[in-house]
Structure formats: C-alpha cells, structure tokens
C-alpha cells in the first residue's frame, strides 16, 4: 500500500550525498517532501529535481533555503570548518526567520577533553581537537535560537555495511595492510539505519533538544574492530594498536535524559548484526 506523503513537512538534508544524508532521504521521501544538497557533479543526482548542487566554500546555502522553504532543516554537511560556521549562521536566521526546526549532527568529539566518564546530554561540552571544537562552536550558536526548534544529535562512531569505515577495514582486510586500533579506548556505536529511524521518530514526535543517539552498552575499540573482521572474512587481520594514552579513556555518548523508546535503542551486539547482513 502507498504511503500518504506528509505534505505539511518540506524537508532539506543538507549533505544528502554523504554516508548518513543519503540514508536519511532513503528513509524519509517516502513520507515527507525531501530535497537534498550533493557537492561534486554525480549524474544519479544531477537528474533527481529534489537534489541541489550546493559546495560550502563556494556558495551561500540562502539561496537554496529561499528556493525550497523547508520546514525541517537536517543538518549532515562536511567540508571546512570555517565555510560551515557560516553557513549554519544563515540556516539559523531562516530557522528563527521562518519558523523553521533545526536537526543538526553532532558528535561524541564534542566531549573529546573528558576521559573518565562516558558523557551524556547535560553534561558540559570540552574539547582539545579541531572537530570538537567546531562543532561545539556551532552546538552553542544554536543553543541560543528558540529550544522547541533545534534538536542536536550527537552520534558516536557509526557503522553500517557501506559505511566507509567498514568499507576500509574489508579494503585492509584484502590488501592484508594492519588496521588501526586503539585498546585503551572505550567508545558506543551505532548504525545509519538506526540513526535514520531515530531521526524520523524525532521528526514525527516533534521532538527538540540534546539526544545521545549511542548503543546503551560500551565497547573497547581494538575488541570491535575484531569482531568486525570475524563478522566479514575468514582472513587473518593484521591489526596496528595505538596507545594515545596509558589508562583507558572514554569517547561515548549515552542517553539519560532523552532517552528514545526501547525500539529504537540498541546494543553493540546490534550494529555487528547489522553489518553482517
């Protein structure tokens, strides 16, 4: 049975080329409007009319937001740092303009200075890298617009069959080069298809501010990186273990303040299961 379009809602994934853009519109054009932006020429997507040629450093995102009207503004750009502190300057003047809602994709990096604690919603962000920092400089200039129209999700590592990150470790895999790791590092994980149900839940619900979109349990990076080799081949891996510290140090993000409902929470077990698939 066809599904009823969502004619109420015009959503824009800015970055709808990348990993998790183009599974967020893979999984919301069915119910919703969905444009999208790409950044370098692609036929698939020079001739889909619900796709914007849009390049951070070059163009101002104004243009594309006065041509499409969005309702829903979803967040997933990548490009220089700079160039994107700017442009979601503009998307927050439409947001407030035009009454519009903000999901934007954070990161657990925005926590990269604390080292003993997993971190969660309320907890105050610290970084010591560039990305942290970055982010964190646009978590904040969106935390001054209206709280019912920002939600800020911030993802841990994610996973997924074509994700890049398990693409390069099957390349590594088959060209027996070592795969890096790193043992002292405790993290969560999660998948794009999870991400991408969750975000339709938070479209849906008209759900608004911070949400930890993690596995409710931790791993160790080095022992899931190792079951990830055992999940896609029988080949020996050949591992390089980085130590950037002594003592175990955390990177992940929980939820305990907004937590989702239990169908669509996960385990690590999950994501494993998800790319064996």
Known sequence: MEQDIDKKNRILIIGASGFIGEALYKELCPYFRTFGTYRTDNYAFDKNQHYFQYNVEEDDIYEILEAIRPTIIISTLRGNFSAQVIAHSH???YVLTNKAKLIFLSSANVFDAYSKYPSYESDKTLSHSMYGH???KIENMLLRLPKRQVAILRLPMVFGGQSPRVKEIKAFLKEKEPIEVFPNLIMNVTTDSKVTQQIHYIINQGK???????SNDLVHHDDFIREITTTLSDL???FKQVYTTNDDRYLAVLPKDNKLPRHLQLESKDVLKAIAV
Do not use: A, E, N, V
Not at 208 to 214: A, E, N, R, S, V
């Open 208 to 214: 608004y501010g911070i949400f930890h979109l993690g």
């Open 134 to 136: 970055f982010k964190i």
């Open 236 to 238: 020996k891996p050949l």
């Open 91 to 93: 998307i927050s003047d």
